[in-house]
């Protein structure tokens, strides 16, 4: 997936490109195999490549060409699944005060499942028309309608960019969703949606229905740069992280980073062990997801007066006081033994037995079973995810073990133990910000030298709207239909992040993508190490904070030439890296390979090495920063030092004298025998800006 050849970006040039990938094709393929049937799609747009339906044969004669970077197979991905803005700081007065007329003119482009095109999220009240730099269509199917707000659609193995899962909505609405007061999940975490650039516009490009297919990925990333996207928001992926030239998001977010576009991905939803993050790519800004401070109980109450506050989105209202509560075991089916009734296995449950009473079980899958019964309610333990609320099909409330035990206890204390299970309230949660469970951990799996995520944003428990054809659950019987709804997942922080982008874009728009992603990252709120046993694998360079963004002080522009001597450095092919810029003049010999040296010279906002276990170690960190603050100002340098570890810093102080001035420095790490992860911070600070970046040894 090369850069286009130069000067073709007319008509004629993209149908010669794809006269060009059929003749490939034709080199390769039987004579008796239909060159159309074969070609899936040509990117011609922006990039240079194509999809076809290819034998494993076929696939490794076509590898070597001398024109082809990569060739993999196109995985199916899978989405990563109001107050937030507030709680960032970036409140209704901040967005109202800022200059509308420059954020009206951003266009976030959202490859997802989709729109729901008639949402109040969407609505175009108080929009200008839609900017001349717009070079896109609505192409969005029958009876879909675009406006001045969503500007844009497109869909690709599908027949409408109408949303049916509610994934793209909510994320396209997290991002730049208009004004809508009073909006709720049945009246939970009621107040006013809305994105976090609310005056940009937005571009829909549906590449999931069900699964997300690679191939369409790229057409979206080709179409989305030539249609004249401002930032890409995608919230898609894997399990496992893979190579960056073998990915869809990786390249076509390089070369959507050439064009001046800034790609903003979600870490991943696997964080229950180190190494998980999905979306490595330098170019790529990578967010992970963190809770805010209103959080969403569902209250249990007792026969014996106790109250016990559980995890749930439950809207259901019992019409009573108090239900019989009873154990999974002791109503459960003779065909099942005494474990499967208490975990509420499925049909374990008499429905006779369960029916107008609140269900006991031990596993958090008992909820389907409860719901299949006929029960009134379920109390539940929680799964993989304790420290989240998601929305539930009946009254429930995911207990943690210890209160678990204590509602099993009640119920073995009397013989005619009841309960209820309060509708969900929100509450306010002070230990906020903290990185959920979920969230995929670093270090990168793939290039260990870049911290990975890059940021924390908001992806707990999030209020934004959603596709009223839409299931609102998984679970086959829960039959609702809502205009807004609560998920939770990095797929909400992502676009937390995009519209924190837009943000700062419409304040600067001439920044480059690498100098937007710097200001996000290096005036991120500091996280709390001692909460998160993974500390900046955790959070990166820390919370967002799109107000002092917008004037960050100082930015670490990452070029061209940087990726460049970084994909040579780290193993990649000279040729490869050629085609992927389409640029002949590279050579890679001149660099050393990342393994040979413990000296980074890539001018990233974070600094991390990785080094040999036990064993004394020296690293050095070249940067350079340019000036965004004060023209006439002088940096001091201060790093926040761990013991285990010595820093220093060189030079110690950077004088300018203008704006958009240069200055480099060498941070230098050395220290004894590495057992586990050590973390300091370096700060330049000229009395007014903190220009804050992580420094990692693991």
């Known amino acids: ?100 007329d420059s954020s009206s003119n951003i266009v976030i482009g959202v490859l997802d499942s989709g729109i729901w095109p008639e949402s ?8 200008g028309p839609v900017p001349q730099k717009w070079r896109g269509v609505c192409n969005g199917g029958t009876n879909f309608t675009c406006n001045k707000k969503l500007i844009g659609a497109r869909f690709y193995s599908s027949d409408t960019a109408r949303d049916t899962i509610g ?36 571009a829909a490009y549906k590449v999931c229905q069900g699964g997300c297919r690679e191939a369409d990925i790229l057409a979206a990333f080709d179409d989305a740069i030539a249609d004249g996207v401002d930032v890409i928001t995608i919230s898609l992926g894997s399990s496992v992280a893979v190579d960056v030239i073998y990915d869809s998001i990786s390249i076509g977010s390089l070369h959507a980073m050439e064009k001046g576009i800034l790609t903003v991905h979600s870490a991943g939803n696997n964080g229950f062990s180190p190494g998980t993050v999905i979306s490595v790519a330098p170019w790529l800004m990578t967010v992970g997801a ?52 208490s975990l509420c296995s499925t049909d374990c449950l008499n429905s006779s037995l369960v029916s107008g009473k609140i269900v006991l079980c031990d596993s958090n899958s008992g909820i389907e079973e409860a719901l299949n019964a006929g029960a009134l309610g379920t109390i539940v333990k929680p799964g993989q995810v304790p420290d989240v609320s998601f929305v539930v099909p009946m009254s429930a409330s995911v207990l943690i073990a210890s209160d678990f035990e204590l509602v099993k206890s009640y119920i073995n204390s009397t013989e005619e133990a009841k309960a209820i299970v309060s509708t969900s309230e929100s509450m306010k ?46 679970y086959l019987k829960d039959k609702r239909s809502v205009e807004y709804s609560v998920l939770s997942g990095t797929s909400m922080s992502s676009p937390h992040a995009a519209g924190a982008a837009a943000y700062v874009k419409s304040a600067h728009p001439d920044w480059s993508p690498s100098a937007i992603k710097s200001a996000l990252m290096t005036t991120a709120w500091r996280m709390d190490p001692t909460r998160h046993k993974d500390a900046e694998f955790s959070y990166g360079s820390g919370h967002i904070n799109p107000i002092n963004a917008t004037n960050p002080g100082l930015v670490y522009e990452t070029s061209r030439e940087d990726y460049i001597k970084l994909l040579c450095s780290i193993g990649y ?31 990233y906002p974070s600094m991390t090495v990785k080094v040999a276990e036990g064993a004394p170690f020296s690293a050095t960190f070249s940067r350079t920063v340019t000036n965004v603050g004060l023209a006439n100002s002088t ?64």
């Open 290 to 341: 963190s809770s805010i401070d209103r959080g969403i109980v569902a209250k249990v109450v007792l026969g014996n007066g106790k109250t016990i506050s559980g995890k749930a989105v439950n809207s259901f209202k019992m019409k009573g006081t108090e239900f019989p509560l009873v154990y999974g075991k002791d109503v459960r089916t003779g065909d099942c033994d005494e474990l499967a009734g």
């Open 429 to 474: 949660n002070s230990d906020a910000p903290v990185v959920a469970s979920f969230s995929s951990k670093g270090p990168n799996p793939i290039i260990s030298s870049i911290l990975k995520p890059d940021i924390t944003a908001p992806g707990v428990e999030i209020l934004a709207a959603y596709s009223p054809a839409a299931p609102v659950t998984d």
């Open 1 to 100: 997936m090369g850069a286009l050849p130069e000067g073709y970006h007319s008509l004629y040039h993209s149908n010669k490109l794809q006269e060009h990938h059929a003749k490939m094709l034709q080199d390769v393929v039987p004579r008796d195999i239909s060159l159309t049937k074969a070609l899936v799609t040509s990117y011609k747009r922006s990039f240079n490549g194509f999809a076809a339906y290819l034998t494993n044969q076929e696939q490794q004669k076509l590898a070597s060409h001398e024109e082809v970077v990569s060739i993999f197979p196109s995985r199916t991905l899978w989405p990563q699944t109001t107050r937030s803005w507030d709680f960032i700081g970036l409140n209704e007065n901040v967005i109202r005060n800022s200059n509308t």
């Open 167 to 202: 994934h793209g909505t909510h994320t396209a609405s997290t991002a730049a969703g208009n004004y809508v007061k009073d909006a709720s999940f049945y009246g939970i975490a009621q107040g006013t949606a809305r994105g976090g650039a609310p005056s940009a516009r937005i």
């Open 573 to 603: 092919s000279a040729e490869s890296i050629r085609q992927l810029f389409k640029d002949n003049s590279i050579d890679c010999s001149k660099f050393k390979k990342v393994d040979s040296t413990n000296k980074d010279d890539f001018n």
């Open 635 to 698: 940096y001091t340098a201060a790093i926040d030092k761990s013991s285990d570890c010595n820093f220093t810093v060189d030079p110690q102080t950077l004088s300018f004298k203008q704006l958009n001035e240069k200055r480099s420095f060498v941070v230098t790490v050395k220290g004894n025998r590495m057992k586990s992860m050590v973390s300091a911070s370096l700060v330049w600070s000229d009395g007014i800006h903190l220009v804050r970046s992580p420094i990692v040894v693991y």
């Open 120 to 127: 109040e999220s969407f609505n175009d009240q108080g929009f």
